[in-house]
């Protein structure tokens, strides 16, 4: 398999997926708003946005350039294909832990902050063990998926924004906005 069937492959996945998810964001976001939801950190939003997107490009970008058609996929067993191999399983781990925690919430998954004022929290699934299970599988994700591809800038630099987009800005916003409406 040529690098550029895996990039196109997997970039179209996501791609794939990711709409699916705003579709689906915004179908829970209408039924949460009806009920008498609030929605919080409206202005983030975009930083998010713009993250995910440059992740894919950069990448791809960085895929493509760092080893087009390299010499590594054709032997099995470098250092490097081996990493690609353990972040592709890694990528496939937090796509389960994705959707088991998007099914275990419901109307109540988002990609924005949104509460219903007296809804409770959900604790079933993987929120049982988790507090943040959804941002752990796409803290993976960003991680995982440049270097399955090589592109290890893109996963140092997109992890490094990510962690302090979740850490320093949505987590708080989403324990206030909790704490606000319990």
Known sequence: MTMLTILLCLASVIV????????????NRAH????????????????????HSAWIVAWCVEG????HDSELWKHSYTLE???????????????????????????AWNTRVI???????????????????????????????PMIVFAWKTAIVASLVNAVLLLAIRIPIEERALQELK
């Open 115 to 145: 509460v219903v004022p007296g809804e409770e929290r959900v604790c079933a699934g993987p929120y049982r063990y988790w507090k943040h299970p959804n941002y752990l599988a796409v803290a993976i994700e960003i991680a995982a998926v």
């Open 16 to 27: 794939i997926q990711r709409l699916s998810e705003l579709y689906l964001a915004e179908r």
């Open 81 to 107: 294909s081996i990493c690609s191999y353990i972040c592709g399983l890694l990528f496939l781990a937090a796509q389960v832990l994705r959707y088991w925690a998007i099914v275990s919430l419901g109307y």
């Open 32 to 51: 949460a708003l009806s009920r008498g939801g609030k929605e919080f950190g409206r202005e983030h939003y975009r930083a998010f946005v713009l993250l």
């Open 64 to 67: 493509w350039y760092s080893v």
